[in-house]
């Protein structure tokens, strides 16, 4: 079955930069809605980050200007560049997928394939 793998988590100082890397397996990537969502200890999941098959991307304001989304479709992988991390960005970081043939992605977070999560502390 289909397995999304991320990479890249550490423990970083305030300011710093990250980045994430999610390995998809399969040949259905390019037609995967993608994202990245973070759950911080207690609290609830956020979206941080999505692209669409045709690599648009879409942000919340909490990240948006310092996180980067991006796909790369030969290599079946996706990643998320991070930076000027603050405490606040501290948290588990998912890669989740969803299937999309006619290429139509709602911005919406809701995922169906979900990583096993790579853990982001951001300290100051």
């Known amino acids: 079955q289909v397995q999304l793998v991320e990479s890249g988590g550490a423990s970083v100082q305030l300011g710093g930069s990250l980045r994430l890397s999610c390995s998809v397996s399969g040949n259905s990537f390019s037609n995967y809605c993608m994202g990245w969502v973070r759950q911080p200890p207690g609290k609830v999941r956020e979206g941080v980050a999505g692209i669409e098959t045709d690599a648009t991307t879409y942000y919340p304001d909490s990240v948006k200007g310092r996180f980067t989304i991006s796909r790369d479709n030969v290599k079946n992988t996706l990643y998320l560049q991070m930076n000027n991390l603050n405490p606040e960005d501290s948290a588990m970081y998912y890669c989740?997928?969803?299937?999309?043939?006619?290429?139509?992605?709602?911005?919406?977070?809701?995922?169906?394939?979900w990583g096993q999560g790579t853990q982001v502390t951001v300290s100051s």
């Open positions: 989740a997928a969803r299937l999309s043939y006619s290429g139509y992605c709602p911005q919406d977070y809701i995922f169906n394939l």
